[in-house]
């Protein structure tokens, strides 16, 4: 067993012991989370990041109201514990199914649905600090990478520059105990919002022209894609550019992989990249690329209400994004990335981008 493995194992069993103890003293048996609701988060500007705050709840199992939960709450803990000693990995919905079963003597199961199973695992996450992926627990892995990058993977090595049109999909586990690099040859990291333009990029090979790794989410990126990007910056000091929709939705899965997600500000040290810069795509870019306004999309009223609640969080209050935001709303139109082979099909790889980049034309 890796030597982190054995760590997380002891932090985990660390909750046993404790309940062990109380019980042992005739004590009610206690276990307490961190509460993780909107008013126990805020956003630490020296960190750059969405953070739980210190606000505490406790797990009593001698609580009718909390009996349920408690015993929820160990029975996932235990069950972790064991998947580590097997030296498995397993999907949320394989441990849901692993622990779910009547309790004998009565008509009572542990768990009725997956829903209750899952944030028991958010509790365990945010108490002991770590991430679900250290739990040996796997998400679906849904992002691709590019670049000049070897790495080795459970033991394998992988060259990523022979990936092919495909590129490498992302695994939800990159644990530095899992993916391990061994050479990194890339000026800058260009994250990308979708697929389809991630594979304009990767077909145009811009990774190898410009010297850089290219790495899409499919959309709202998931925690693979995020903690790649993260280690990636924080172990070869690179920056970092995020390539969006010019529309709410698009500028938020940036603001997720700069400084975090409200659902997951328990964890978000470990996810967030605060050194992101938004390339773009944003509303402004139509006049100062000359983009034809019929490829434009009028902003609808999920768009606007999206619009403003943005406007209200904390980190996006500079003046930059106030411009965007209220040109946006005074044009009352909207970008997809697609819309720049208006102006030809290799336009966003061949002048675009590298245009904005040579002139560090970002938004904070």
Excluded at 92 to 121: M, V, W
Excluded at 190 to 203: G, Q, S, T
Excluded at 238 to 260: C, E, F, H, N, R
Aim: proline share 3%; with cysteine; charged share 30%.
């Amino acid at each position: 067993m890796a030597g982190r493995d054995k760590e997380v194992q002891k932090k985990l069993e660390s909750i046993g012991e404790a309940i062990y103890r109380q019980i042992d003293k005739s004590q009610n048996p206690t276990y307490e989370v961190p509460v993780r609701t909107l008013n126990n988060v805020f956003f630490d500007k020296k960190s750059g990041t969405i953070k739980l705050g210190d606000k505490v709840s406790e797990r009593q199992f001698l609580n009718v109201a909390h009996s349920k939960k408690f015993m929820q709450t160990l029975l996932v803990a235990s069950e972790i514990r064991n998947v580590i000693e097997q030296q498995a990995t397993v999907s949320i919905r394989d441990l849901y199914y692993a622990l779910k079963h009547t309790i004998e003597g009565t008509n009572e199961n542990t768990f009725e649905e997956q829903s209750e199973s899952d944030p028991c695992i958010e509790d365990i996450e945010a108490s002991l600090d770590l991430l679900r992926e250290e739990l040996h627990l796997a998400a679906s892995a849904k992002g691709i990478i590019a670049g000049d990058v070897q790495l080795r993977d459970g033991g394998v090595n992988i060259d990523l520059t022979k990936m092919g049109s495909g590129g490498w999909s992302v695994p939800s586990n990159v644990e530095p105990d899992r993916i391990e690099f061994k050479k990194v040859n890339a000026e800058y990291i260009l994250f990308i919002e979708k697929d389809a333009v991630w594979r304009r990029f990767n077909e145009d090979q811009f990774w190898k022209k410009q010297k850089c790794i290219i790495l899409t989410g499919r959309g709202q990126p998931g925690r693979g894609e995020r903690r790649m990007a993260q280690r990636l910056v924080k172990e070869f000091k690179l920056p970092i550019y995020v390539l969006t929709d010019a529309d709410p939705w698009g500028m938020y899965i940036y603001s997720v992989i700069k400084q975090g997600s409200i659902s997951l500000s328990y964890s978000e040290e470990k996810l967030a990249t605060p050194s992101a810069q938004f390339i773009g795509l944003t509303t402004m870019d139509v006049e100062k690329f000359k983009i034809p306004k019929e490829v434009t999309i009028k902003l609808n009223q999920l768009d606007v209400k999206r619009l403003k609640e943005m406007e209200g969080y904390e980190w996006f209050q500079k003046k930059e994004w106030k411009q965007e935001f209220n040109n946006m709303r005074e044009k009352a139109y909207k970008l997809e990335l697609e819309a720049l082979s208006k102006k030809g099909i290799r336009f966003i790889t061949e002048t675009y981008v590298p245009k904005k980049i040579k002139e560090e034309d970002f938004l904070p």
